[in-house]
Every structure is written in structure tokens, then in C-alpha cells.
């Protein structure tokens, strides 16, 4: 992300400068000092961090000179009070005021949700027209990929088709309303997996109480401040990045980076369907305490990595590697009967190459067959018992 910081108080632009440089990583940022060089600039920043006047633009003309070109523009300024009455006051993304240091705090956040923003999808929900083409333009100003539905059932529709990462839904509405969506959405999104927002009219207070009771993450009354929608839109993000980031962490492994067995309790119980075909694989190192005995606990450790890796290269992007004990695994492959699976496994015995010299073996067990998760754990586990006594190396399937 590329940043051009127009700033004509040397003290501002150099710390400015250097918080950029210190706490925004995939930030590059350059300082100019009068609207005279901005013209002979050109122009080829994500970002403008602009002082709203400059000793050669006593009117922030060089903002409008940088909205004209389509540009991205956050205001610096001092003057709050005659900023009110800018003419390009619509058309910026924010406004900083530089009455203390903190807000550079603010600002780098700010720039540093910009960066993320990029990678999020914002559904926008609302039957007027005019509402959803502001919020379309506004959201995307900050970056979002944004997509818009006049109802709840289109919204629906896009869900289910995107990886939609936060719903901001009008609460009247034909076909189906806000509320009917948002109970829609909470039947198999949860709070944190799916944030949304209801946006109100004033006379609604009961309804939009309602609305949060039933799951909202927040609300926006209109008519609203466009200041108000960024904060309430980038404070529940943030909240739930992180979230997502503790829950992700909370499933894997640390050692092998397989996922956890609480990831095979929370997920696979929710995607498992008796009707669809599938098998579960119980694998587990051959010889394994011999390893750790005669290479030492640390060597051990690098066979377990180099064993996920193989397999995580070898299955397919639908299929979970789960460590499901010491050196035991466990493989879930959607659509594939144990005959399908069982190919699969020969491919992972045959690339898997020594690890620091060694060689090693893995047994398997598969099963197909079962009605629920455990008892198809229980069969290929049997399987595996099975190519354990009859001398290891070796893959079973009935
Ligand atoms: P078998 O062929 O019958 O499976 O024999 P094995 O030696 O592989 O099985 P056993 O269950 O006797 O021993 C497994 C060993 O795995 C014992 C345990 O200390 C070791 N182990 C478990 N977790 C880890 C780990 O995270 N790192 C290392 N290095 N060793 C581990
Ligand atoms: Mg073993
Ligand atoms: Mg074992």
C-alpha cells in the first residue's frame, strides 16, 4: 500500500512518517510539503493523507485536486470547525483532527483496517435505491468488496453463493424483511461467524431491540453519520478477526498444524450427513517410540511435521487431516467411498520420502460404514488394529 503523506509541518509529517514506517509493514509512505509539488506528482498512491490547508492552498484545494483524479483522500486538520463546511466533505474517506498525537494512534489503525478491508465481503440489504447505492460507494471507499440485495431473500441467496463476511440489513422491506433474514442467517451463522448490522429509522426502537435479541450485532439509526458507520462497521470487525483467529487457533495443532479433536467435535459433527458417501481413515506411525528412542524426542517431532505435510499434499482441499493422538491421525474425505480412499492412502505411502535420514511406515484403517461419526471411527480404528498385528505397513478396508 502505497501512501503520500501533503503536510507542510515538518514535526506532523516526519512522525507521521514514522509510525507508518514502525506499525504499518505492507505500507510505503512519501512526504511532500505544498500543492505546487503535488502537481508535479504523479498520483500513484492508494492513499492521500492531506493537511487541510497548505501556505499555496489556503482552501484545501489540493484535495479537490486529488478527488478529481478519483483518489483516495484522509483529511488532517486543525480546524474542525471551518472543515464543516468544506465542499469535498462527502467525498473523503475520514477526517483526522491533529489536536494531539493520539490520534496518529487512531489513524494508523484506521489505515491498517483499510489494509484488511480488502479482503472482506460486505453484503448491503435495503429496498430504497438511493440508500443502497450510498452505502455501496461508502463502503467501498473503505476498501470493501462490496454486494448489495433489495431483500432478504436475495440476500440469502448471496450468502449462500459468497463468503460474505458481514450483512448490513434495512429492517422494512418486501419479500422478506430485515428481521426474517437476520433469523434466517442465525439458524447457521452464529454471532461471531456472521456479523450484522440492522440500520433503524428512529420511530422503530422497539423493533430494533427486538432485532438484537435475536442475534444483531448492532445497530445504525438513520439517518446517520457517515464517521458513526465506519466506527460501529470497523470496531465489530475487528472484533471479529479475532475471534476467528482464536477459534482457528484453538482447532489446529501446534506441532504438525493438522487440525485438533475439537475441531473433529465442532465441524464435522455439524457437516457430517449419513446420506452422503464418505470414509474416515485411522493411520498411525509404525514403530514410532523406536524413533523418538533412537534419535531423541526432537527428531520424533520433525517425522510427525513431515508426515502431516505428505498427507495435506497428497489429499484433496475438501478432505481434513486430524492429529487425533501422539502419532495417530485421522483423514475425513467427503464423496469418497474407503475403495477411492484407499488409493489415496498409497499415494501418501508412496511419497512419503526419509525425513532426515530415517524411513518410516504408517498402518491405516478405513471404513466407509457407519451411521455416526464414532461408529465409523470405531470400524476404521478396528481396521487399524488389524494392520498393526498383521505385521504393520499396511492398509485395511474391511
Ligand atoms: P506401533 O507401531 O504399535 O504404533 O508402535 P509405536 O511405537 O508407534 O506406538 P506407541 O503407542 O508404543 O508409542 C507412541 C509414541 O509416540 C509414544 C509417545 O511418547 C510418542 N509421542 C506421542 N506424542 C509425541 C509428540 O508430540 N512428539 C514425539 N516426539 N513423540 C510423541
Ligand atoms: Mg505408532
Ligand atoms: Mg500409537
Redesign the pocket.
Known sequence: MKILIIEDNEIYSKLLKKNIDKYLVFAQSDVIKSFSELKNNPLKYDLYLCDYILPDAPNGEHIDYILDKGKEVIVLTQYEKEFKEASFKEKIIDYIVKDDFHTIEYLIRFIKRLYKNRNLNVLVVDDSNSMRKYLRRFLEKIAFNVFDACNGAEALNIINENDIDLVITDLNMPVMDGEELLINIREKFSMSDLPVIILSSNNQNQKFLKTLKLGANDFLQKPFLKEELILRVNNLLEVYENMKKIKKQAQIDP?TGAYNRLFLENLLEKVFNVNQTKSIVML?????????DTYG?????E??KHFVNTIKATIRKTDFVIRY????FLIYMPDTSKEEAMIVLYKIRKNLTAVNGIEYTF?AGIADEGETLSEMIKIADERLYCA?RSG?NKIIIK
Request: avoid cysteine; proline fraction near 0%.
Open positions: 506441532l498411525d506411525i509404525d514403530h514410532f517410540k523406536k524413533i523418538n524426542h526432537q527428531i520424533g517431532d517425522v510427525l493422538g501422539g502419532e495417530e498402518s498393526k504393520r
